[in-house]
Antibody, heavy 122, light 112 residues
Framework: QVQLVESGGGVVQPGRSLRLSCAAS????????MHWVRQAPGKGLEWVAV????????YYADSVKGRFTISRDNSKNTLYLQMNSLRAEDTAVYYC???????????????WGQGTMVTVSS | DIVMTQSPDSLAVSLGERATINCKSS????????????LAWYQQKPGQPPKLLIY???TRESGVPDRFSGSGSGTDFTLTISSLQAEDVAVYYC????????FGPGTKVDIK
């Protein structure tokens, strides 16, 4: 079945780096735009970044621009989020999510992973 | 950036009664070339990821009960649960995907 599984979360000190992964299965990963969305404890959803199906287009929320990098390896059906210069306010559950339709960006998110927790604390 | 707002912040409805959630975008999310509203609704239960309910403002996702419906156009949208069931207790978010995506703050729905 269609599935997204995140990994790589954990506890990290402020200023350090962490890389999240999202393993996809059950669909043609290389045809779909992919997103990262985060949710701080007890808070709402915040969109973080998107990458187009072929990796040629990437967009970021202002809150992470210049610190986070989204990438993908279509040969491995895996999405990544490289997070540098982490701050306490980056503490959240990070979800990967799939565009509902293939091709160019501009769709709702129909499949979500279970999320991976990132805690930034000294 | 498009800012999404929702009202109310929370509501409590009796079982079998109607629940209505409003969502407003800071600019139109209606794309004139295809006449589609780039607006989705999600349901999130505690400890779970969000679940897509409605996209294109009014199209129900496969498997979503028909008591859930979406309406509206341009900047004003509504999610209606026609007859609230116990399993509908959750937080509901609207989202625009007209430009870089953004979510509303959420509306918590409880049983009265």
């Amino acid at each position: 079945q269609v599935q997204l599984v995140e990994s790589g979360g954990g506890v990290v000190q402020p200023g350090r780096s962490l890389r999240l992964s999202c393993a996809a299965s059950g669909f043609t990963f290389s045809s779909y735009g992919m997103h990262w969305v985060r949710q701080a404890p007890g808070k709402g959803l915040e969109w973080v970044a998107v990458i187009s199906y072929d990796g040629s287009n990437k967009y970021y929320a202002d809150s992470v621009k210049g610190r986070f990098t989204i990438s993908r390896d279509n040969s491995k059906n895996t999405l990544y989020l490289q997070m540098n210069s982490l701050r306490a306010e980056d503490t959240a559950v990070y979800y990967c999510a799939k565009d509902k339709a293939p091709g160019e960006l501009g769709f709702a998110f129909d499949i979500w992973g279970q999320g991976t927790m990132v805690t930034v604390s000294s | 950036d498009i800012v999404m707002t929702q009202s109310p912040d929370s509501l409590a409805v009796s079982l079998g009664e109607r629940a209505t959630i409003n969502c407003k975008s800071s600019q139109s999310v209606l794309y004139s070339s295809n006449n589609k509203n780039y607006l989705a609704w999600y349901q999130q239960k505690p400890g779970q990821p969000p679940k897509l309910l409605i996209y294109w403002a009014s199209t129900r996702e496969s498997g979503v009960p028909d008591r859930f419906s979406g309406s509206g156009s341009g900047t004003d949208f509504t999610l209606t649960i026609s007859s609230l069931q116990a399993e509908d207790v959750a937080v509901y978010y609207c989202q625009q995907y007209y430009s870089t995506p953004s979510f509303g703050p959420g509306t918590k729905v409880d049983i009265k």
